[in-house]
């Protein structure tokens, strides 16, 4: 064994040692004394009913266990049901923790939901270029596990979170020319549509106007395996998921941001949400026809930015939690701001971290009503990114280019 071998085998072996501990620690501290997850939760018992006991997780039988088990009761009309709204797939992401009790398999997510934030932080730093220094890697570590959208989701223990993680491995593998297993990859981000329903199609665009056909193929091919896959487990998986799909509406309360931006932070009214609604798709539009234009791929990064913006601002029922993936936008502003102000970078990238941290959570306390986020925690983040990203165009891609930032450096980027 190599000496850079023997060194990644003890690095991996000190992870597992932190994970184990902190799990324990976690469990200790928090989940079994601390009742939540539920987000989490009603997937647990979903699928242990369909690995254990061979139950159709989409059933009512299964629904009404898990409305029990949270509430105690079934769930009145209105009532937030609790029931599995996940294509059958998600359960390839969380099978192992069901074979944990409640309180382990919830301690242990929550920490894998962290140390899947932490990579996702390495892998796109390497992305970008961004040369951080130990100090400012670790405040932009903890920064991005305590901010508002990622800590209120590891607390309730959301899908979203691995599955921004497998997003960010996807570029990775991308960017090593790895296309085969990014087409995979890819696919396993659509656990959870509506937080990558323009980021597929956007990387897809991309690659055909590329000519990766290898990443196309391979990402129809798996997308193809996991659905006729589940007809062979659950025949009705399908139907069921639409079914449960059609009722979300019903008890839930969600709007896109464009539309409480118009509509309850101001009385701009329904005219001005088509008008904004039409200008964010025509900007992502614009950044689409950009990215494949540009012949060294540095715009790429750039209009993957602003693709994530637009698809939380139309998304016609968005949630906080998914903002998780504007920290890839957000990670190219700050690294970006590292390189143009080298001296003053450290102290005003964690001055930003520090108000953006403090100011969302004092948001959120100000506002919750009943446990219950209100319209304007939906508004600020994606509103201040897309328009940074949108006045900066020049300047971030002009960083990114003098960084040597592109899609795919070892293979030559033509013009389609």
């Given at each position: 064994m190599s000496r850079a071998s023997r060194q990644r085998l003890a690095i991996l072996l000190l992870l597992l040692v932190f994970g184990a501990l902190y799990s324990w620690g976690t469990y200790a501290v928090f989940t079994r004394r601390v009742n939540g997850g539920n987000d989490f939760f009603s997937r647990y018992v979903a699928w242990r009913a369909f690995l254990f006991e061979d139950r159709n997780p989409y059933s009512d039988e299964v629904t009404r266990d898990i409305q029990l088990a949270i509430n105690g009761r079934l769930a009145r009309p209105g009532e937030d049901e609790n029931a599995l709204i996940y294509p059958w797939y998600a359960v390839l992401v969380q099978w192992p923790f069901v074979f944990l009790s409640w309180p382990w398999a919830r301690a242990v997510y929550m920490v894998v939901c962290q140390i899947s934030i932490v990579i996702g932080l390495a892998l796109t730093a390497r992305l970008l270029r961004w040369n951080l220094s130990p100090i400012l890697f670790t405040c932009t570590a903890v920064w991005a596990v305590l901010f508002y959208p990622q800590g209120r989701g590891i607390v309730l223990g959301q899908l979203v979170i691995t599955q921004y993680l497998f997003a960010v491995w996807t570029i990775w593998l991308l960017r090593q020319e790895h296309d085969g297993w990014a087409g995979v990859c890819l696919a396993l981000t659509t656990v959870r549509p509506t937080a990558v329903?323009?980021?597929?199609?956007?990387?897809?665009?991309?690659?055909?106007?590329?000519?990766?056909?290898?990443?196309?193929?391979?990402?129809?091919?798996?997308?193809?395996?996991?659905?006729?896959?589940?007809?062979?487990?659950?025949?009705?998986?399908?139907?069921?998921?639409?079914?449960?799909?059609?009722?979300?509406?019903?008890?839930?309360?969600?709007?896109?941001?464009?539309?409480?931006?118009?509509?309850?932070?101001?009385?701009?009214?329904?005219?001005?949400?088509?008008?904004?609604t039409?200008?964010?798709?025509?900007?992502?539009?614009?950044?689409?026809?950009?990215?494949?234009?540009?012949?060294?791929?540095?715009?790429?990064?750039?209009?993957?930015?602003?693709?994530?913006?637009?698809?939380?601002?139309?998304?016609?029922?968005?949630?906080?939690?998914?903002?998780?993936?504007?920290?890839?936008?957000?990670?190219?502003?700050?690294?970006?701001?590292?390189?143009?102000?080298?001296?003053?970078?450290?102290?005003?990238?964690?001055?930003?971290?520090?108000?953006?941290?403090?100011?969302?959570?004092?948001?959120?306390?100000?506002?919750?009503?009943?446990?219950?986020?209100?319209?304007?925690?939906?508004?600020?983040?994606?509103?201040?990114?897309?328009?940074?990203?949108?006045?900066?165009?020049?300047?971030?891609?002009?960083?990114?280019?003098?960084?040597?930032?592109?899609?795919?450096?070892?293979?030559?980027?033509?013009?389609?």
């Amino acid at each position: 064994m190599s000496r850079a071998s023997r060194q990644r085998l003890a690095i991996l072996l000190l992870l597992l040692v932190f994970g184990a501990l902190y799990s324990w620690g976690t469990y200790a501290v928090f989940t079994r004394r601390v009742n939540g997850g539920n987000d989490f939760f009603s997937r647990y018992v979903a699928w242990r009913a369909f690995l254990f006991e061979d139950r159709n997780p989409y059933s009512d039988e299964v629904t009404r266990d898990i409305q029990l088990a949270i509430n105690g009761r079934l769930a009145r009309p209105g009532e937030d049901e609790n029931a599995l709204i996940y294509p059958w797939y998600a359960v390839l992401v969380q099978w192992p923790f069901v074979f944990l009790s409640w309180p382990w398999a919830r301690a242990v997510y929550m920490v894998v939901c962290q140390i899947s934030i932490v990579i996702g932080l390495a892998l796109t730093a390497r992305l970008l270029r961004w040369n951080l220094s130990p100090i400012l890697f670790t405040c932009t570590a903890v920064w991005a596990v305590l901010f508002y959208p990622q800590g209120r989701g590891i607390v309730l223990g959301q899908l979203v979170i691995t599955q921004y993680l497998f997003a960010v491995w996807t570029i990775w593998l991308l960017r090593q020319e790895h296309d085969g297993w990014a087409g995979v990859c890819l696919a396993l981000t659509t656990v959870r549509p509506t937080a990558v329903f323009l980021f597929v199609p956007f990387l897809l665009f991309y690659a055909v106007a590329r000519r990766k056909w290898r990443f196309c193929v391979s990402l129809m091919a798996a997308m193809a395996v996991l659905f006729l896959g589940g007809f062979v487990f659950l025949p009705h998986w399908f139907a069921d998921w639409v079914y449960r799909m059609s009722r979300y509406p019903s008890y839930t309360i969600g709007q896109s941001p464009i539309w409480l931006l118009t509509h309850r932070a101001t009385s701009l009214g329904s005219v001005w949400e088509v008008v904004f609604t039409l200008g964010a798709l025509g900007l992502m539009g614009v950044a689409w026809w950009l990215a494949v234009r540009a012949p060294d791929g540095a715009v790429f990064h750039w209009a993957l930015g602003v693709t994530l913006v637009v698809s939380d601002l139309v998304v016609p029922r968005s949630a906080t939690t998914n903002y998780i993936f504007l920290l890839f936008p957000t990670y190219l502003i700050l690294s970006a701001l590292t390189r143009t102000l080298p001296r003053a970078s450290v102290w005003l990238i964690v001055s930003i971290q520090a108000f953006g941290l403090i100011g969302l959570w004092w948001l959120f306390a100000a506002t919750v009503q009943m446990d219950v986020e209100q319209p304007i925690m939906f508004i600020p983040q994606p509103v201040l990114i897309g328009l940074v990203l949108a006045m900066g165009y020049g300047w971030l891609v002009a960083d990114n280019r003098r960084a040597g930032v592109a899609l795919c450096e070892r293979g030559a980027m033509h013009r389609p």
